[in-house]
């Protein structure tokens, strides 16, 4: 399909609803991403790109042929094109503001859902520029259907201007990001690339070359049960314990709600359970690898502390780790950093060197071999009905990726 603009294109993806699910076992976990999936590899294929392909776990594959006769680097583009679980995608409306003036941007399918610069002040950094919105009702998905888009536009681009030099660029889009499984059933070595960058920052000119380390913890609490009637000096209520030890939990300080910058955070995700054993699943993030253990150990501290004062109950904690600070593998190649910046220094932007309080595809391919910081493509406010997106920050994002391909060929070392 040809489309007239990145903002008409961006558009046609984000109407398609391509929602993840953590609850289901599948790979992807929604058939429904395989609708975006297809019609990239369509559009692939018709730009030329042949061996464009989309396998049974939901992974787009497909490459474009390198036009310089030196040896460069391969470098992959990778996006993913779930969104949310957090909102739901189906029926989006993409809505498109031209010319944006910094007005409070009221949301026609619910009124009461208004995006206001005081509470976005990234929109009066954008003044002039063409807002994209949802209408209300749904999210927009921007994360990361801006990325797809950027990629996609960038690729059309080099196959159009054959004249711009490029070596073997790699493009992977991924399914079920959003639920931490990303890269579950990647085939790195299918992929073939040296270096990666996934196209899933907010801001123009973020570049993030460091992510959270993360694990996941479950404390399981563990009662004594006994039928109600007959229960004295006999129940001990898991449920209970469960609710002593989250009533313990500091409320200002060591959660996502009360830490910025580069502070680490465990936070409770969900619970459950009967009278006999109960749980909470934890979240822990922190920049410092070796802290995530501090905070595992506190944790520990806090069940041992709680079940101390209730006779008969017993905890377990339960460790799992999710992914590691990608800078600790970046870092080892300076060109991947150094001809990124290059590229949107190039585009007349200046680079914001942010670290990602989260993690992305690239934080787990990092450790599976494929260095692969982040990059911007204007996506913000995202997993909620006031997500939005410029496309002249898409626009710049593709900009950067040709820039980026270029450089490769001059600076592959």
């Known amino acids: 399909m040809q489309y007239s603009?990145?903002?008409?294109?961006?558009?046609a993806y984000a109407r398609i609803d391509t929602q993840s699910d953590p609850n289901s076992p599948s790979q992807p976990s929604t058939e429904k991403q395989k609708?975006?999936?297809?019609?990239?590899?369509?559009?692939?294929?018709?730009?030329?790109?042949?061996?464009?392909?989309?396998?049974?776990?939901?992974?787009v594959y497909a490459t474009l042929p390198s036009n310089v006769d030196h040896e460069v680097p391969v470098i992959c583009w990778c996006a993913h094109v779930d969104t949310s679980p957090d909102c739901t995608g189906a029926g989006v409306k993409p809505l498109i503001h031209p010319n944006y003036q910094g007005q409070d941007i009221v949301l026609p399918d619910d009124p009461t859902q208004v995006i206001r610069p005081s509470e976005h002040p990234y929109l009066l950094e954008r003044i002039g520029d063409d807002l994209i919105t949802a209408s209300g009702t749904t999210l927009?998905?921007?994360?990361?259907?801006?990325g797809v888009a950027a990629i996609m536009h960038a690729v059309e681009h080099l196959v159009n201007n054959p004249s711009l030099k490029h070596g073997k660029i790699r493009i992977l889009f991924t399914p079920?990001?959003?639920?931490?499984?990303?890269?579950?059933?990647?085939?790195?070595?299918?992929?073939?690339?040296d270096y990666g960058y996934t196209l899933d920052a907010g801001e123009r000119g973020c570049y993030e070359e460091e992510t959270f380390s993360a694990d996941g913890a479950k404390v399981h609490f563990y009662g004594i049960s006994?039928?109600?009637?007959?229960?004295?000096?006999?129940?001990?209520?898991?449920?209970?314990?469960a609710g002593d030890f989250m009533g313990r939990l500091p409320r200002t300080e060591w959660s996502p709600e009360t830490t910025s910058n580069r502070q680490g955070f465990v936070h409770p995700v969900s619970m459950g359970g009967v009278a006999e054993h109960a749980w909470v699943s934890f979240i822990v993030r922190d920049f410092n690898t070796a802290e995530l253990a501090a905070h595992e150990a506190r944790l520990t501290a806090l069940a041992e502390a709680v079940t101390a004062d209730w006779p008969g109950a017993r905890f377990e904690v339960e460790?799992?780790?999710q992914y590691r600070n990608m800078k600790d593998m970046v870092s080892l190649t300076p060109a991947i950093s150094r001809n990124a910046l290059q590229a949107i220094e190039e585009a007349g932007i200046k680079p914001q060197l942010t670290s990602a309080r989260g993690g992305t595809d690239g934080s787990r391919l990092s450790f599976m071999g494929l260095p692969c910081p982040n990059i911007f493509t204007g996506e913000m406010a995202f997993h909620g009905k006031h997500e939005y997106v410029f496309a002249q920050d898409m626009e710049k994002s593709a900009e950067v990726l040709v820039n980026l391909a270029r450089i490769w060929t001059e600076n592959p070392k």
């Open 140 to 146: 927009l998905g921007a994360d990361d259907k801006a």
């Open 226 to 241: 006994a039928h109600p009637g007959y229960a004295k000096d006999k129940l001990v209520n898991a449920l209970k314990v």
């Open 319 to 321: 460790v799992s780790e």
């Open 5 to 11: 603009s990145i903002a008409e294109r961006f558009s």
């Open 35 to 59: 609708d975006l999936s297809r019609v990239l590899v369509k559009e692939l294929l018709d730009l030329g790109l042949s061996d464009a392909e989309l396998d049974e776990h939901g992974y």
């Open 176 to 193: 079920d990001e959003e639920i931490g499984r990303g890269v579950d059933k990647v085939n790195i070595e299918k992929l073939a690339a």
